[in-house]
């Protein structure tokens, strides 16, 4: 992170969108459409309406195909990392303290908007989802309410990516109501009844977006896993943990799982997070070699 970055945007050192931050989101913009935006202190800018002023190496080989003109960040995302790269260096040049003339103060009084009046929209259209099990201590704590503590971890969960599937569909924008489900619950573990979910559950994760994926039948490697990624956000997993008791054996969650996902409006990048990387836990057991 370069310390010495300034904006003329006015915000406290202890914003979560300082200038070293760039996020990207969509919003509703006035026109009708969805742009989309980053976020510096309290003002969202309006990406689609600067994107002209985008000089760099790779924007200009787009011709002026307004990638920021869309109603999610798909089609931004999948052009690669050094179009993101690019566009955060664009946007930190143009918001940089001492360069308001870059855009002019006519283009910065339409595009740079304060944030509580803005709706956002969905980051991305997405296709898919898995989530995993990527915290032992999680694992070891869901293992032990649903099979004591003596079965807790099961044994696959060192040598394998453990995850299951969600619905795409459920994945809704933070803010957005949740409606307790219904459905089959047991007391005794053997017969059912049907009711409102009494144990509804939420847990804090990280979700992470895929801005290339892969044609099918060709894996990409592990160590090509980071080049695919375009960028994290905040996510709340529901869960209807009685209804999940009831229907996990032996597939696992399935209705307890499927009603909703929420994910935060903004996807923070990669390059944003690099000065916050520490080194993970030692693998017990090792790596196997063909991974």
């Known amino acids: ?102 855009l002019g103060d006519d283009l910065l009084a339409e595009a740079v908007l304060p944030i509580e009046e803005q709706k956002m929209a969905m980051p991305m ?9 990527s915290s032992k201590n999680h694992a070891h704590n869901i293992g032990v309410m649903f099979r004591g503590v003596d079965n807790a971890l099961q044994p696959n969960w060192l040598h394998v990516p453990v995850g299951y599937h969600g619905r795409a569909s459920s994945i809704v924008l933070d803010g957005t109501p949740i409606t307790r489900p219904r459905g089959q619950t047991s007391a005794d573990g053997k017969v059912p009844g049907f009711n409102n979910c009494r144990l509804m559950d939420f847990e804090l994760e990280m979700g992470t977006i895929i801005s290339q994926g892969n044609e099918q039948g060709c894996p990409i490697k592990i160590g090509d896993a980071r080049n695919h990624i375009f960028g994290f956000c905040l996510l709340n997993d529901w869960s209807a943990r009685d209804i999940q008791k009831w229907e996990y054996v032996p597939l696992g969650p ?38």
């Not at 307890?256 to 944003?272: G, H, L």
């Open 254 to 291: 399935f209705l307890a799982k499927n009603f909703a996902s929420t994910i935060s409006p903004w996807i923070v990048t990669p390059e944003a997070l690099e000065p916050f990387k520490t080194a993970i836990p030692a693998q017990d057991p090792e790596v196997l070699p063909y991974l």
């Open 1 to 102: 992170m370069d310390s010495t970055l300034k904006s003329f945007i006015a915000y406290d050192e202890s914003h979560h969108f300082p200038l070293e931050n760039i996020p990207f989101g969509c919003y509703n913009a006035k026109d009708g459409q969805k742009h989309c935006c980053t976020r510096i202190g309290d003002k969202l800018i309006d990406l689609a309406l600067i994107f002209p002023k985008f000089d760099g190496e790779h924007f200009a080989s787009l011709k002026g195909d307004n990638v920021f003109l869309q109603e999610n960040l798909n089609k931004f995302a999948a052009l690669g990392s050094k179009f993101r790269i690019e566009a955060r260096a664009t946007i930190q040049k143009f918001f940089t303290q001492g360069n308001e003339a870059l």
């Open 125 to 133: 259209f997405i296709r898919d989802y898995t989530d995993f099990y």
